[in-house]
C-alpha cells in the first residue's frame, strides 16, 4: 500500500541549455556566455530561506535537479544547493537526490562529482537509440554516445533512468520494439517513455501546421504504447505511471511524490511548487526568465510570482488527476477529505461496468488500460 503521508521533496530547475530541442517547450534558455553560476548559488540560497521561513521545519525525502540540463551544473554548485536544502529541511539518510543530464555532458569526472556533492541517481535524455532519429529530433548525440553516457552513469550512481521518445515520424511498431528490447538490454532499473507531442510555440509545431512533420495516426499511436507495455512488462519493467516503467522497488521516489499529490518547493526559474503553509495549501510558482528571476531573489529574497490559495476542490480535482497516473491509483477516502464529498457511486459504478477503471485493495481505484489514453475525460467524470 502507498504510504498514509507522500512526504516532502524539493525540485530545482537549472534553466540553461547547451541547444533548444525543436519539439521542448519546457522552461529552458541558451546562453552564448556561461552563467555566474556562484552568483545563482546565492539566489538559492535565499529562495530556499525564504521559502523555510514560510513553512518551517521539513524532513527532504527527495531532491529533483531539473531543467533545461542540470549537467552543465559544476558538481560545487549542485553541493551547495544541496547543502542549504539539507540545512533547511534535513536530508532523510534514505533521500533520493536525483540530477537530469544529457549524454553530450556526460564526463566520469564530473559524474564522480556529483556522486561525491550527495547526488545517487542519475537520468539521462538519451531519447532516441537511432541515429537519424535523434538527428530529427536536434539532438547533438549518437546513439554509440548515448550507450556509453549510461555506461559511465551505470559505473557512478546506484540508481541510473533514461528517456526515449517514441511515436515519432514514420515509426513503426516492429522498429520500436526493436528500439526498446537494445535499451531494456541495457540494464537500467527504470525507463521514461514519451510519446511525442507537438507543443505549441515550438519548431516542431510550425513544422506541423505546413505539413512537414506528420506524426503517427491515432491506429499507429495506439500500436506503439501496447508495444511499450508489452515489452516492458515482458522484462520486468512493468508501468507504475502512464509513461514510466521500473523494477519493482526502482519507480523513482521523487515522480511518484508528485503523483501521491506530496508536498514539494519548486526553486529556480520557473519553477512551480505546492506548499501546505498555515493557512492551507498553496500553488506557487517563479519567474521563467533567469535573468529576471536572478533579479527579483536578489530584490526581494524570492522568485515567486504566483502564489494562490487552493480550494478543497481544486486539492480533490489535483489529486484525482495526478493519482490516476499510477498504476496504484488512489485512496478514495483521501479523496473525499479533500472534497468534502464522497464518489458519486453511479458515475463509479458506470465507469467500472464501461471497463475504465477498476477495483483495488483498500477502496482504491485506478484506470485500466482502456481507460489510460481517455484520461481527462474519465477525471472529468468522477470529478463531477
Known amino acids: 500500500m502507498p504510504p498514509a503521508d507522500p512526504g516532502f521533496g524539493v525540485y530545482v530547475h537549472w534553466p540553461f541549455c547547451k541547444a533548444k530541442c525543436p519539439y521542448c517547450d519546457f522552461n529552458s534558455h541558451v546562453r552564448h556566455a556561461p552563467p555566474d553560476q556562484a552568483r545563482f548559488v546565492a539566489a538559492f540560497r535565499a529562495e530556499i530561506a525564504h521559502t523555510r521561513a514560510r513553512i518551517g521545519q521539513r524532513r527532504t525525502e527527495s531532491v529533483f535537479f531539473g531543467g533545461g540540463t542540470p549537467s552543465l551544473m559544476e558538481p560545487g554548485t549542485v553541493g551547495a544547493i544541496l547543502d542549504a536544502i539539507d540545512a533547511a529541511w534535513p536530508l532523510d539518510a534514505r533521500a533520493e537526490v536525483t540530477l537530469e543530464a544529457n549524454p553530450t555532458s556526460v564526463e566520469a569526472g ?3 562529482g556529483y556522486r561525491a556533492a550527495g547526488v545517487n541517481r542519475v537520468s539521462l535524455g538519451v531519447q532516441a537509440l537511432d541515429d537519424a532519429a535523434l538527428k530529427a529530433l536536434g539532438r547533438m548525440h549518437t546513439a554509440e554516445e548515448a550507450l556509453g553516457a549510461v555506461a559511465v552513469a551505470r559505473a557512478a550512481f546506484e540508481r541510473v533512468s533514461f528517456d526515449l521518445i517514441y511515436a515519432r515520424p514514420d515509426q513503426k511498431p516492429e522498429d ?10 541495457e540494464g537500467c532499473e527504470h525507463l521514461s517513455l514519451y510519446q511525442l507531442t507537438i507543443e505549441d510555440g515550438t519548431p516542431f509545431a510550425a513544422l506541423h501546421r505546413a505539413g512537414r512533420l506528420i506524426v503517427p495516426g491515432d491506429e499507429v499511436a495506439r500500436a ?27 519507480e523513482s521516489r521523487h515522480n511518484l511524490l508528485y503523483w501521491r499529490y506530496g508536498e514539494y518547493a519548486g526553486l529556480g526559474p520557473g ?11 498553496v500553488a506557487t510558482s517563479t519567474e521563467r526568465g533567469p535573468e529576471p528571476w536572478l533579479a527579483r531573489v536578489e530584490a526581494e529574497g524570492h522568485g515567486g510570482i504566483v502564489d494562490e490559495p487552493l480550494t478543497r476542490a ?21 479523496f473525499a477529505r479533500l472534497a468534502g464529498r464522497a464518489f458519486d457511486p453511479v458515475r463509479v459504478a458506470a465507469l467500472l461496468e464501461e471497463g475504465m477503471i477498476a477495483e483495488l485493495p483498500g477502496e482504491r481505484l485506478r484506470a485500466t488500460a482502456l481507460g489510460l489514453p481517455v484520461l481527462d475525460a474519465i477525471v472529468a467524470d468522477l470529478a463531477a
Open 110 to 112: 564530473r559524474f564522480r
Open 176 to 185: 520500436w520494439a526493436r528500439e526498446l528490447g537494445r535499451a531494456i538490454d
Open 224 to 250: 506503439l504504447w501496447d508495444v511499450t507495455q508489452e515489452t516492458t512488462s515482458a522484462a520486468g519493467l512493468p508501468a507504475y505511471e502512464i509513461s514510466n516503467h521500473a523494477r519493482p522497488g526502482a
Open 271 to 281: 519553477a512551480h511548487g505546492r506548499l501546505d503553509t498555515p493557512e492551507g495549501r
Open 314 to 334: 481544486e486539492q480533490a480535482d489535483e489529486y484525482l488527476l495526478m493519482g490516476l497516473r499510477l498504476a496504484e491509483g488512489i485512496d478514495r477516502a483521501r
